[in-house]
Structures are given as C-alpha cells and as structure tokens.
C-alpha cells in the first residue's frame, strides 16, 4: 500500500480538506505531513523541505506539495515521476529538487478534467491535487491523467558560488530549531572547508565542526546538518535570531581559518 | 471503516490523549486533526473550522470537537446525526453549523456513564468525547449511549446583516496564512456585489475580484473564499495583520464602487 | 498490531523523516504525535509530555523519544521496557518518568549495528531512534537490539519540597493554553491543601479550586490538572503571561487562606 505526502504553506486549518479527499477516495491510506510551516508562498523553503526527506520514503509513495502563489492562474498542474516515487502539485519549481534527487524526473500535465471535482477558484488543493494524488496512490496509470511535457519550471536550491576563499550564499531554509540551512551543498563543502576551519558570515567568526555538542551552549557552529547542506547553528540555541537571518536572504561567507583549504 | 477527526483548542499535547483513547478502543483507526489551534475557549472560529471541512468527509465519519470553556460545569456532552455523519462534543453551539449545513440534525445527550472511565473534572475530551466517538466510530448505535433531546444551544455563522449598502458583519475566523473570514454566506455577496466593486472596510478601500493573483504581491483584496464566505486577505501578506484585525471584532462594510450592485 | 508515538523538540519539518523510516519498515503502521512542540533541549519539558500521557496507550505501544542535546556525544541510545510497553530514545532521562510510571523499568542499551542505516552524526531520531523503535513495533526481542544496563540517567519530576506551609517547586511544562504545570504531585497537595484556600505564588494571592469555570473569565486559579499535578491557570486566558514564568523557573507557593489543612 502506498503512502502519501503532503508539503504546504497552509498551516493548520485547510490540510484537513486534502486528507478529506485523499481517504474518501483511498479508505485506510496512510498519510503523513512533511510540513505545513512552510513560509507563505516561499517555494525555495518548499523545496527544500520535500528535498530533505523524500529520499526516506519507500517506492510508491505520493508526494502532495502545495507552495503556490499563482492559484487561480494559467500555471499547469503536474505531476512529476522519478525513482519509483510520485510528486504532484504546481509547475512552480517546488518539487524538481526533490525529484532530481530521486532519479530522471518525467514530467506529465494534469489534463484529465473527469477525475476532478468542481474546481474552485482558490483552493486547488482540495481540488486539484489532493484528488489527482490519491487516485496515483490508488494505482491508476499517470497517462490515464496526464500528458507528457517537456517545458516545465526548474529550481536549483543547490546554486551556491564560490570564489577563491568566498562563497556567495542564501538561505534555503530556517527549521524550528532556528538553524539557518544554506543552498551550499556538502560536496562543495567537502572539496573546501575542512574541519576545525574559522568562516566569517555575515561579520560573524564562526568555527566550522562535526556535532552541535562540539561547542558550548548558546555558541555559534556551522556545520553538514542531517540533509546534506551546509548550516550554521547554535548549540541550544537559534542562529536565525543571533544573525538575524530569514528565508531567502543573502549570505556573504569567506574562508579566514588557519586550518583552510 | 470509519474516520474520526478532532477538531480543539488544545495544541499540541493534549490531543494525543485523545488518541490514545480512541486507538485503544479501534485499533488502526484513521484519525484526521481539522485543527488544534482555535484560539483559546473562541466557539465561532472552531465551529468555523469543523463547518468549512466536514462535507468532505466520506458518510459514517465522526468528528470530536472540544472548545469547552464549560468543562466540569452542567453544560450537556452531546451527540450530533446530521448528513450520514456524527459529531461528539459539548453542548456550547460548536458543532452546529456544520451540522446544520450537512443536513437536519437530530441532538442527543450522553446519558450512559457505563461507557465512560473515571470523568475528570477538566478533561471531558479525553473522558467522555473521546471515548463515546470512539464508540460510534465502532458501530454502536447513538440511542445505546444517549437520549434524544430538543434543548440544546444553536449557533449562526452566516449572521452578518445587510441594509442598503452597508453590511455589519464580524470575523469567524483568521486562517495561517492572516486571511479574514467573516460570516458573510457567498449568496448574500452574490446578490449585491459585483466582481470588480470596491469596498470600504475599517477605513480601506478594496477590490472584490476573484483569485488572489488578480493584484499584486502585497496589495488588499476581497473575494469568496473555497469555504463559501466573504473574505479580505492580501496576495502573499497577512490581512490580519495589515487591518490589524482579530476573530470576533466587527467589520463595517460599505460598498463604494461604481460597478456595485 | 502495535502503535508507534512519537515525542521530540523538532517542530514541524524532520519528524516526517521519522515517519518515512518507520513506514518503510513497518507498513500500515498507527504513529501518532504526543508532541514536536517540546522547548528546543528541554528534557524535563519532554519527559513531563511523555509522562502525562503514556498510560493512556494499550500494551505494546511503542514510545520514540528525542530531546537530545548531547546527540553525537558518548551518551548511549537505550530502550526502556516497563508496564507492556516500550521506550525508544537517548539516556538522559527523558523517559524515566513515564516508565516509572507504568511499572518498574527493565532498560538496554542499543548495539545492535546491524540493525542501523549509515548513522549521521546529528540526526539520531532518524538513523536510530526510529529504525529501533519500528523493528520493536514490529515484533523484535529487545534482547537482540540490545543489552541490559543499569547505569542509566534518572530523572524525577515530581520533586517539589514542603516545608510547614511553604512548596519549594519548580514549572515542569506550560501548555499550549499558558497553563503552569508544577513538579507538586497530586498526593502531596491532598495531604496539604483543602479546595477553598488561597495560596500565595510568587506574589498572587490564587484560590484553590476544582474547574477552570470556577473563576471568572480572566481570573487566576490552582488546582489538580489531568495530568495529576498542581497547575495554576487564568480561566480562558494564560497564567504563564499573566506570572511571567517560563518552563524550569522556580515558584515560590505559600499557605496563607483560612480553610488551609
């Protein structure tokens, strides 16, 4: 039996209507919340939460991501197939990291109108996706739903750039411990910064090191977090408030430790 | 096989008692969260809650819904049968309007403490409304755990008033993402206001238009939401916020545009 | 078939991850959330969530525990057997309290390696926790996962000191309505303090009472919560705010009504 996801800016209330839908159709199906924190209409921070745990999921499961500013608008509604697993949402970016990560994603428009609902306005999730997902779940081919495309929206949340000892940054995402993930992938990391490193971020000395136990509470660390990226932290404590960081903005990092390169 | 949904005012750590009890009672049964995040003892934005989603729900699901400012007084524990669906809670008006917008519905009070553990006296939803959901969600019958009453408290959620062009109206309900739901019904608004009027709202004035992406990012708009009421919200912002609203404050509503009516 | 809970200070993005992994292993498998909203490193915050409501499950459940500052360091990952059910998480105390609790607690440390994907050096709950927690669920001897131990960390959250007509306690938990939960168990205040006396805490004079509805809208109270220990609350409204207590700060409590002992 599959499984089936969902990832949302919706916080807390219209989550309930998908789950409505999804077990109306799929009586029984096991249905678990990446999040729905993600900051309104942010479909980096989208993204990259589907990004970080996708990979967890067994073969088959449903992947329902809901980040979309253009509802209502002529934006496709797709569904993506890559590495034995299913993403269906909008053609907005936030869920090509994920899929990428997973395999060779193929792409499919929703044109199937029979299998929907009378279709709001607002509200394509109820509408929409949740139904498109569920019937996946349920096993229907996803050419009986759609058609291959080939022009749809990418996202890179791996675009960091480095030069000689700076990196140009952003943040990807900011969890609820307040550790600030960046869009520096670890193999980046790994050709450059070795550990025991001082970077400068932001004005900030910061030591590059393995555990957040490394430091003392309340001290500042970076470090490879869980999800492969690059992140700065504090031990106990919120890195996002201490640097005053918020999604999406910009990071300035330059390598000056002894122990560099 | 039944679902069973919870609908609070309790956050995040009291529910899961609930759950135990339920899972106790019916193993493997599919429970959805609507919310747990009504404001505190607020009985319109919870009944808001369970009336926007319910009609979703496939026929046989129970809905156990606890916003109880009464708990350990003599207010009733009541059993609602509307639309093929059952609702479990306190008789305070919460579950009615979705009730009374599946279908006409029958009261009964819980009257068979044999069902029951040891009640505390602040923590009915785990000793009573959890365990008699459960119950129903089991199969038994509503007349074996109760008796039918005709007293019970009601509650309007679509009782905003209308005079020439003005409409006195209130918030239900401010979602996540700081829309303003107020209780004016889709129909009233269709009768008097035209896509493209603009109104007055608390001073502001603004367009009634039809998806969030008909103006730009951060600017006001009003329109009916995907739950059937009149809605002001700001395209990726927080209307709440930017009217500096909060649920159950009044709205005075005027309608100025030369397309009105 | 068994239930799986879950108990962290993650927030809203990694538990999912936890979820994937006991999925994968465990199909079909019930995990309810006890809570993610624990205040990030707060072991006694999370022992007192666990405790308040692992009596509630059936036999079998199997509870997954991590407030785990000292992950990556030397500290050990043990499993807790006590009352029929099972314990998953790091040895600081965390789950101590709920295992005593049920019963008298057998606890083993983790070694078996072979049970365990590619361990990260700061996301246990994923690599251990929740691998060893889905196989128990699934039907494993603890013995094979592990070896019993009796050096383990203990914790008591019931150690609140009276002296004459003055408690020495501490805030184990504030809930999500601003409800201060104490470290005074029930037994303590029985012996102590009749319904009817006033009690001085950190300055305020509060009635002890039995329900919420007791007071005022607005007003301050104490009383046995459901959870069993001494709770001051503002009836529909927050104590927390209305003190300015935090989780873990010190109360000051004083006999001083008339119907007093």
Redesign the interface.
Known sequence: ?A?V?LTT??????P??L???I??IC??M?I??????VP??DIRAGAF?IY??AE???EGTVHIAVVD?????SRKAIIIVSGGQYFVGPDNGLMMPAAGKLGDPEVYEVTNKDLLSTV????HG??IFARVGAFIAQGLDVREIGRRIDDYIGLDISDALIQDSRIMAEVN?I???GNVITNIPHNLVNRKIMSGTVLKINGHNIPFL????HVD?GCMIC?I??HGFFEIAV????AAKSLGLKNGVSLNIELIGECGR
């Not at 678990?32 to 924190?37: A, C, E, G, L, M």
């Not at 393995?210 to 136990?213: G, K, L, P, R």
């Open positions: 039996m499984i996801t800016d919706f916080g807390t209330l219209y309930a209507s789950k409505a839908v077990l109306g009586p029984g096991d678990v919340d990446i999040t729905h924190s309104h209409a939460a970080s745990v967890y999921f067994p500013p253009g509802v209502g608008t709001s306005s607002t509200f109820r509408d995402y969890d609820d411990f393995d555990i957040y136990a509470a470090l977090g869980s031990n106990q404590g919120s």
